[in-house]
Each structure stands twice: as structure tokens, then as C-alpha cells.
């Protein structure tokens, strides 16, 4: 898992306390974990506890491998729910599928200038267009797909 970027006071707190954010999060989803409720409070923020239980227990790469369709996926490298190691993760399950890490690029697919992403922010960050690279990548991947599904579509 690549090193969580967090500002210095944060570290500082952390190390006082012996502690470090992965630990913290491991704490908080074992917690969320061991629940029964539809809901819960971790980490005093009221969670949909049934809902990420189920989540958790899910493996996407379950449905991944026999997927026929053709497959893209793209995640940035400022990404902080999704690491960016799923991507071959998701080649060597599906060989049909096609994946990018895109530089400086956060979870919903906009440039991210600051060393970390924060979710918090995603607000103001979709009011920005998606990142150009991105939005290349989309494109050039569906006149691809278009470009082998055409010729079927004709013999139809």
C-alpha cells in the first residue's frame, strides 16, 4: 500500500499517540466490522454500518473474471479510496480490460494540485471539468471499441 500523505501536525499527533492513519483505519474497519446495526458511529461519524459490511464483504474481482464485455478502468494517482495497485489487479483477473493511472489525477477523476486528495473537497472539485488526459483516455477507448464492434454490427 503506498504511504499516506498526511500534514505534519497530523504525524506529530500520531507519533505522540503511537499510532499511524493505517492503523487508525484498520482500527475503525474492524470496529465497523464486528457490528450488527444498520447503523453505527466510528470514529464518531454516524456510518451506514449494514451498507459497508456488505460492501466490504464484497470481491469485485469475483465478477471481474468472467465479464465478456470489454473493460476500462482509470484511477488517479492522488486517489485516495482507490489504490492505484487494484489496476493490475483488475488486468490480471480480466485480460480483456484496459487500465491507466492517470498522474496528479483524484478519485472522481479531476487534477489535483495539492499533495494529498481530500474528499471533502470533491464539492468544489466537480464543478472542474474531468482532466483532459482523462477524458483523451475515454475517448480513444471508445472509438477503439466502436471501431471492433462495427464491422459486427453490419453483419447483423
Avoid at 499511524?20 to 446495526?37: D, F, G, I, R, W
Wanted: glycine share 2%.
Amino acid at each position: 500500500m503506498q504511504d499516506v500523505i498526511v500534514p505534519r501536525p497530523v504525524k506529530l499527533l500520531l507519533r505522540l499517540f503511537r499510532t499511524s492513519v493505517l492503523k487508525q483505519q484498520a482500527k475503525a474497519l474492524a470496529n465497523l466490522k464486528a457490528t450488527t446495526t444498520d447503523m453505527a458511529r466510528i470514529q464518531m461519524a454516524k456510518v451506514n454500518a449494514k451498507w459497508m459490511r456488505e460492501f466490504m464483504a464484497h470481491d469485485p474481482l469475483l465478477a471481474l473474471r468472467p465479464a465478456k464485455p470489454r473493460l476500462l478502468a482509470i484511477t488517479g494517482t492522488k486517489d485516495v479510496q482507490v489504490n492505484v495497485a487494484d489496476l493490475e489487479a483488475i488486468s490480471q483477473a480480466n485480460h480483456r480490460a484496459e487500465t491507466h493511472a492517470v498522474d496528479n489525477v483524484d478519485h472522481i477523476l479531476r487534477h489535483e494540485s495539492a499533495p494529498l486528495s481530500n474528499p471533502r473537497k470533491y464539492k468544489r472539485q466537480i464543478e472542474k471539468p474531468v482532466d483532459e488526459r482523462v477524458a483523451a483516455l475515454l475517448t480513444a477507448w471508445l472509438a477503439k471499441i466502436s471501431a471492433v464492434a462495427e464491422p459486427t454490427a453490419r453483419g447483423l
